[in-house]
């Protein structure tokens, strides 16, 4: 299986960034291929809503997007790692996303959908909150939602932490740490 994990955090080894750290241990373990993307680290552009892509789906932009398109369509399973900053996601995630709107002309407009391989197309929402609010989740998986749609990715679980803030301290929350390898188990299952 094809494995593509979009770290959110500009922090490495933050809280998210350790979620998804345990998650992608389970997935290593049983053989599976990881593609990583850290918007952080990437060099792109945000969409300039130029709509160049409305006739073709392709982005006229050539940047580091372009080795992106051409892993999500060829992905199988797919993770999204984020703290959450004021109810969403952090800027270089959502720029990344909002650069995916060529896949989302493709498969709306142009009727083009991302045909699944044999195992489908499934994905994981791993979420960090200092905050311990009502709906503190909700604009962030709305966003995802959108965004995985977009991709032929019917379904995701959701794996959130509330009240977590400071760097690393998750790892005094072994449970949550447990429930992240998990996660990625059942990500990774033919079912």
């Given amino acids: 299986m094809k494995i593509i994990a979009f770290p959110g955090s500009p922090r490495i080894n933050g809280n998210s960034d350790l979620l998804l750290t345990e998650t992608l241990k ?10 990583l993307y850290r918007p952080y680290k990437m060099n792109f552009s945000p969409c300039i809503s130029c709509n160049c892509c409305s006739k073709t789906g392709i982005c006229v932009i050539n940047d580091d ?3 992106v398109y051409n892993s999500i369509r060829e992905a199988d399973r797919f993770i999204i790692s984020s703290p959450v900053y004021f109810f969403s996601l952090p800027a270089g995630l959502k720029a990344l996303i909002d650069r995916c709107q060529c896949l989302w002309v493709e498969k709306y407009l142009l009727k083009k959908k991302i045909q699944g391989g044999p195992y489908g197309r499934k994905g994981l929402l791993i979420l960090v909150s200092a905050l311990k609010k009502e709906n503190i989740f909700k604009c962030c998986d709305l966003t995802v939602t959108a965004f995985l749609n977009s991709i032929s990715v019917p379904k995701h679980n959701i794996l959130t932490c509330e009240g977590i803030d400071e760097k690393g301290e998750i790892i005094n929350h072994p449970d949550l740490l447990k429930d992240a390898c998990e996660a990625g188990k059942k990500l990774v299952s033919y079912q």
């Fill in 26 to 35: 389970a997935i290593k373990e049983e053989g599976h291929i990881i593609t």
């Fill in 65 to 67: 997007m372009t080795e």
